[in-house]
C-alpha cells in the first residue's frame, strides 16, 4: 500500500489540514501547468494518473473536473480528458480578458495591498529571479504566475482573484504552445518596478507598467513552439519517487 498523496513542496505546511486527495492531486496538476511541464493537448488518462498519484479514479475524475472548470482540461466525452490547446483566435482572447482584469486588479492592489502583501510579493519576485539564474526555469515561471496570483490577493476582490486563477493558468498553456525561441524573461525587473509603483499608491504608473508587462508577453509569442512533455509518468516522476511502499 502507498503513502498518502503529498502536496507540492512549496506548499506544505501552508495549506488546510482539511484538504482532501483530490485538492493535492489537483494542485499538482496545477503546478505542472504553470511550470510548462505539461504540453498543450496531453492525454490526462484517469488509470495513469491514478497510479502515478495512488489515489482512485474517482479522485481523478473531481480533480480533472476542476480544472476543466478553469478552463486548463479539455473533458472529452468518451474520450477521455486532455490539457487544453488554445487555438490562436482563442489564445488571443485570453490575453484581451487577462489585460482588462489585470487593469483592475492592479488598480485595486494600488488601494488595498498591505505592507505585509507587498513584503510577500517581493521575497516571491525574489526568489523567481533565483530561480531563473540558477537555471530551474519551470519554478520560475510558476513563480512568475504565482506573483500575479498573489497581486491579485492584494486586490481584495474574491471574483477578480477567481477569474485570474483561470487566466494564469490558460496564458501558461498559451505561452508554452506559441512562445517564440528566446524564451527570454524579464519579469524580475518588471515585477519589481510594479511592486514598488503600488506601494506609492500610484495607480496609474502601476497600471502603465502592467499593460507594458503585458505588452512584453504579447511580443513573445509566435505559432511554431511547442513545450512541456506528453508523458505523464516523466512529468510526475518527483511524485512517484515521493512515495514510500509500506
Known sequence: ????????????GARSRTETQDDRVYA?????????????????????????FGVSRTIIRRALSRLAHEGVVLLRPNRGAVVASPSVEEA????????????????????????????????????EHECFARG??????RLSGEFHLKLAEAACNAPLLSFQRSLVSQTSLIIAQYEGPSRSHCSYDEHSRLIDAIASRDAERAVALMMSHMDHIDSKLELDDDG???????VFSHVMQGRKPR
Open 1 to 12: 500500500m502507498s503513502e498518502p498523496l503529498q502536496p507540492p513542496a512549496r506548499a506544505r
Open 28 to 52: 499538482h496538476i496545477f503546478d505542472a501547468i504553470l511550470e510548462q511541464r505539461l504540453a498543450p493537448g496531453t492525454r490526462l488518462s484517469e488509470e495513469t494518473l491514478g497510479v502515478i
Open 92 to 127: 488571443r482572447q485570453i490575453l484581451h480578458a487577462r489585460r482588462l482584469v489585470e487593469r483592475a486588479i492592479t488598480e485595486l492592489a494600488a488601494t488595498h495591498a498591505t505592507a505585509e502583501q507587498l513584503d510577500g510579493l517581493r521575497r516571491m519576485v525574489s526568489e
Open 136 to 141: 530551474d526555469r519551470g519554478a520560475g515561471i
Open 228 to 234: 512541456g512533455s506528453g508523458d505523464l509518468q516523466q
